[in-house]
């Protein structure tokens, strides 16, 4: 179980809730912080990753995430404290923060940084390492932050890194994580005169659960309407060896982003099947 300390944050450079990345100064400069070590940034000096002793971040906005996506279930967050016999006093103040992190993706370096507005301590950051995040395989976080003074009320907001950048991750709102897909979107298809669609995000189907003691691999076809955004739109099931391969792949692909198809320089919606391969979650041994 991590404990980092409570590192004061007087620079903060950018509007919480938009992508960053998170500075670490030291000897008059600031570093992009990679990775962590417990509560310690490291951050790439004089061509070496290294471990500072740092007291003052900044979080920078960014023009992106990281095109990945973590989801970040079970939150629960609560501040606990004892008291003097008198009461008059708070002692033993400890920050806890417990949630489970999915994902996708395999994931080196992450760290989550809380950005907290304390109404006692003013703005304050949490900084811890997780480690390594693989796919489709759940990782309880469990925190518990022993504070040397209470913080009164506070606010928070949750940032979550990996090789320091930005991950998107679900307590990101829907609405923000559609405006930064079509913002990473539009940027990749600047000055591209013609191009076909191409999967810019998304995850693989899981595979279905009622197929598993057969082991057998699958394979399916969505047809989708993809918008000038790289949105999918209306996805039917045109073709499946199974209809629980269909399923597992219409629930995946309705979730993907595309980079559009683009015609003599504009992105425009167009109609696409999209095929999708399921291999076995355990492949029989090669008989010989």
Do not use: C
């Amino acid at each position: 179980m991590l404990a980092p300390a409570l590192l004061l944050l007087p620079l903060l450079t950018a509007r919480l809730g938009a992508q960053h990345v998170l500075l670490a100064k030291d000897e008059g400069k600031f570093y992009v912080v990679r990775a962590a070590d417990g509560d310690k940034p490291r951050v790439e000096k004089d061509g070496k990753v290294v471990t500072l002793n740092a007291y003052r971040y900044a979080l920078k906005e960014v023009p992106e995430y990281l095109p990945a996506f973590v989801a970040v279930r079970n939150v629960s967050v609560k501040i606990t404290y004892l008291t003097t016999r008198s009461g008059a006093d708070q002692i033993n103040n400890d920050f806890h923060f417990d949630a489970e992190f999915e994902t996708g993706y395999h994931l080196k370096d992450v760290f989550v940084v809380l950005a907290m507005d304390t109404e006692d301590r003013g703005m304050a950051l949490f900084l811890w390492e997780v480690g390594e995040l693989t796919p489709n395989k759940g990782r309880d976080v469990h925190i518990i932050v022993p504070m040397t003074s209470a913080i009164g009320s506070s606010r928070y907001t949750f940032h979550l890194f990996s090789g320091g950048a930005e991950v998107l991750q679900s307590l990101v709102s829907f609405g923000e994580r559609n405006t930064a897909l079509n913002r990473m979107v539009a940027a990749r298809i600047k000055d591209v005169q013609e191009a076909m669609p191409k999967l810019f995000m998304g995850l693989g189907p899981a595979y279905p659960p009622a197929l598993r003691k057969q082991n057998i691999k699958g394979r399916a076809v969505i047809s989708v309407r993809i918008g000038a955004n790289g949105d999918v739109f209306d996805p039917v099931i045109k073709s499946a060896t199974d209809p629980a391969f269909g399923d597992a792949a219409l629930a995946a692909v309705k979730l993907w982003r595309f980079l559009p198809k683009v015609s003599n320089g504009y992105p425009v919606e167009t109609m696409a099947d999209v095929p999708v391969v399921f291999t076995p979650p355990n492949p029989s041994p090669d008989k010989t």
